[in-house]
């Protein structure tokens, strides 16, 4: 549940932090003295709605070898990170990219991600937990899985749909603290909601509307794995990829060492089980994952 509780506040934190940023410039209380204006309003939500997500996808790749502490394989040192590298590029030959970066880092858990602003200046990174418990085929098609999330674009996708939803957070906060100021004024004569409650309305309604927006994002998320599972059973196989997803599982109960600001793009984050948990997920349990897998390689 911590794991939640952390990615929600990531998300709601940018947007907070974007509230204070337009009343510390005067915006708020322009927009509020000259009545709503819609479109105006709108405008600056987006562009602080979206700065928050567009500067987290160019820095991605620098705060994931940071936060992992993944060290990049410039030169191979041995017949493994000669392997690892040659098996990257292949794969990222046939999903017809440019060969991301490839790195290890240091946990114990099985584990992978990919992270990138563009499909043609990518990382794909592996633990050493995963390298040293997996077999090769497994590998391969762990490292499928992760090309496939950036064949197909996900950190961008990801990244655009996190900076629209917060776009209408911010949006919808600041009409529904109008509206609740207009009503209160109506009520009595200037009785509005003053300065410091208009605030705490719209913080409040940023929060309610970000737990939505938090679930749309993580539906989508959810959504991705399936697709990139497909694409790791197009580049290595649907045995492998079943193999490796079956070993991930054999794992759950290891402690997972991967950062929460990552976890959106790691191959596992063990099983879901509660309702809540599993609304907020960002990946679907993986029974789910393998059933899905098997089910297509049914229907070919």
């Known amino acids: 549940m911590m794991r939640i509780l952390l990615f929600l506040g990531t998300n709601l934190a940018v947007i907070i932090i974007a509230s204070i940023t337009l009343r510390l410039l005067g915006v708020e209380s322009y927009l509020r003295g000259q009545g709503i204006n819609f479109t105006s309003l709108l405008i600056f939500c987006f562009i602080f709605g979206m700065a928050g997500s567009m500067i987290s996808l160019f820095i991605s790749k620098w705060m994931a070898k940071r ?3 993944t060290v990049v394989i410039e030169t191979p040192s041995n017949s493994t990170e000669k392997w690892l590298v040659d ?21 114990q858990q099985s584990n ?9 200046d990518a990382l794909v990174a ?9 077999r090769p085929d497994e590998v391969r098609a762990v490292l499928a899985h992760e090309i496939g ?15 629209v939803l917060n776009t209408f957070v911010m ?3 600041r009409v529904v603290a109008h509206l609740v100021d207009n009503f209160l004024r109506s009520r009595s004569e200037g009785g509005g909601l003053g300065f410091i409650g208009y605030f705490v309305v719209v913080i409040v309604a940023e929060i309610v509307f970000g737990l939505i927006a938090s679930i749309i994002v993580a539906w989508f998320s959810r959504f991705r794995e399936y697709r990139a599972d497909s694409a790791g059973a197009r580049l290595a196989g649907t045995g492998a990829m079943v193999n490796a997803l079956a070993r991930l599982k054999a794992e759950t109960q290891m402690p997972d060492e991967m950062p929460d600001t990552l976890t959106a793009f790691a191959i596992t984050t063990g ?8 609304l907020f997920a960002s990946h679907p349990p993986l029974d789910d ?12």
């Open 149 to 163: 999330h950036v064949a197909n674009g996900d950190m961008v996708t990801l990244a655009l749909i996190q900076g």
């Open 67 to 69: 936060s992992t502490g």
């Open 171 to 173: 949006f919808f906060a």
């Open 289 to 300: 994952r393998i059933r899905a897998l098997k089910e297509a390689a049914y229907r070919q």
């Open 126 to 134: 592996v633990s050493a937990g995963l390298l040293n418990r997996m």
């Open 271 to 278: 099983q879901t089980r509660k309702i809540m948990e599993r």
């Open 87 to 107: 098996t990257v590029a292949e794969l990222a030959r046939e999903a017809g990219i440019k060969t991301p970066e490839v790195g290890i880092f240091p946990a």
């Open 112 to 120: 992978a991600f990919a992270t990138g602003w563009n499909k043609d």
